[in-house]
């Protein structure tokens, strides 16, 4: 696994040593995991991905506890592509939510955790640096980490004023 090697120790799968929910400091539980893991397998199956052939899907879930799928939505001018995570984040904001609690993101490339491109790491920065991303599978392996650490030091709404 080629994610996480050398940063501050990240949890890989769910707990197995009966540690709380507070002690590994996840939002979810790992039931809540697993069933976001799985709704971004549906998201997916519906990946429109005919030039990379790489399928990828997203789960957002809200701070309502709504779930908002995503898939790759690619285009034969190739750059136009979209990925799953922004997909999924923009479909949930014209749904009316701008709070989320997590995301999950499965693809697959062997034994490596497929991390989001940095377009999509600023999107999320968008909607706060504290919420959690799940870098997941097709077999259910996921590893956690957060948004702050994906994009640290990061251009910030929080800077620029309103008039
Ligand atoms: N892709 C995503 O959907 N999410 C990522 O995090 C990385 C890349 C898509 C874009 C394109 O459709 C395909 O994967 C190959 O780059």
């Known amino acids: 696994m080629e994610q996480g090697k050398g940063t501050e120790a990240q949890q890989i799968g769910p707990s197995t040593n009966n540690a709380t929910t507070a002690e590994i400091n996840k939002k979810l539980t790992d039931a809540e995991v697993e069933d976001l893991i799985d ?54 904001v014209v749904e009316g939510h701008r ?15 497929v991390g989001p ?14 919420w959690e991303v799940y870098l997941a599978m097709p077999n259910k392996k996921y590893m956690k980490t957060t948004v702050a650490k994906l994009l640290p030091d990061s251009f910030n709404p929080a800077w620029v004023t309103f008039t």
């Open 117 to 130: 491109c940095g377009m999509c790491r600023q999107t999320m920065v968008e909607f706060g640096l504290d």
């Open 99 to 113: 709070k989320f609690k997590a995301i999950a993101i499965t693809a697959e490339m062997g034994d490596t955790f």
């Open 39 to 92: 709704a971004s397998l549906r998201g997916r199956q519906n990946s429109y991905s005919p030039y990379s052939k790489f399928k990828v899907g997203a789960a957002l879930l809200t701070e309502d506890g709504s779930v908002v799928l995503g898939c790759n939505v690619e285009n034969v001018s190739y750059g136009l592509a979209v990925c799953a995570e922004r997909t999924a984040i923009c479909r949930a």
